[in-house]
């Protein structure tokens, strides 16, 4: 079974500049996360995905943050304009309902100078 | 606030000892705890789990204790490998509204663990 992919793996911006990641979950997974995870800290939820609704947003930036997952299937995160504190690793987790184990991806690690 | 922590940022144990990690948390609605292990480059990997409504979980090396009273759990691995030299993280979770699944996860800040042959 594949695992959770994602893309690119790593990135370096400009601060201001706008940056994309992609997520494809494992298939058939129905719930999908995106973490942010600062050096130095456990992952932090940013949005929770049930097929293509949002469940939970809550601490997710929302001026400069946006996600989608379009046909309930895969997702992309989007940051614009971006920070020097928007450093990090952004994890990507599926599982197949709410609540149940959580298979994670390789994450991007996002440099912002 | 830093509702799990761990305080421990790491760990060093010889290769057949025991390796003792410890977590803490302040949210009294957690109910479910897991252990996750983290390699460089890769992404956290689920390792065991344990309800709020038992005191001790066990697979195969690995053994996670949970003390209610004290907001405490610990993950022993004995005996240790050199393989399992990895970051750590502890995370937790509360019944969701309406009851029927779990929240979301918070997580612990890791600690990292080297076992030296």
């Known amino acids: 079974e594949a695992g959770v992919a994602q893309s690119p793996r790593y990135k370096i911006i400009e601060k201001r500049q706008s940056v994309a990641f992609w997520c494809n979950p494992i298939s058939g997974h129905a719930t999908l996360y995106w973490y942010q995870q600062i050096l130095g800290q456990g992952p932090k939820l940013l949005i929770q995905?049930?097929?293509?609704?949002?469940?939970?947003d809550s601490q997710l930036p929302k001026d400069r943050f946006s996600a989608e997952r379009l046909k309930g299937v895969d997702s992309t995160l989007k940051i614009q304009p971006a920070k020097l504190e928007d450093s990090a690793v952004y994890l990507c987790?599926?599982?197949?309902?709410?609540?149940?184990?959580?298979?994670f991806g390789p994450g991007t690690r996002l440099t912002v100078t | 606030d830093q509702q799990v922590k761990q305080n421990s940022p790491s760990l060093s144990v010889q290769e057949g000892r025991i390796s003792i990690l410890n977590c803490d948390y302040t949210?009294?609605?957690?109910?479910?705890f897991l252990w996750y292990k983290k390699y460089p480059a890769e992404g956290p990997t689920f390792l065991i789990s344990?309800?709020?409504?038992?005191d001790k979980n066990e697979d195969g090396r690995f053994t996670v204790f949970l003390n209610k009273s004290a907001k405490h759990l610990s993950l022993h691995i004995v005996p240790s490998q050199p393989g399992d030299s990895a970051v750590y993280f502890c995370?937790?979770?509360?019944?969701?509204?309406?009851?029927?699944?779990?929240?979301?996860?918070?997580f612990g800040q890791g600690t990292i663990l080297t076992v030296h042959p």
């Open positions: 987790a599926s599982s197949s309902g709410q609540g149940l184990e959580q298979y």
């Open positions: 995370a937790a979770s509360a019944i969701a509204a309406g009851g029927t699944s779990y929240g979301k996860l918070t």
């Open positions: 995905f049930q097929n293509n609704g949002v469940v939970d």
């Open positions: 949210n009294s609605m957690f109910d479910y």
């Open positions: 344990i309800s709020s409504i038992k």
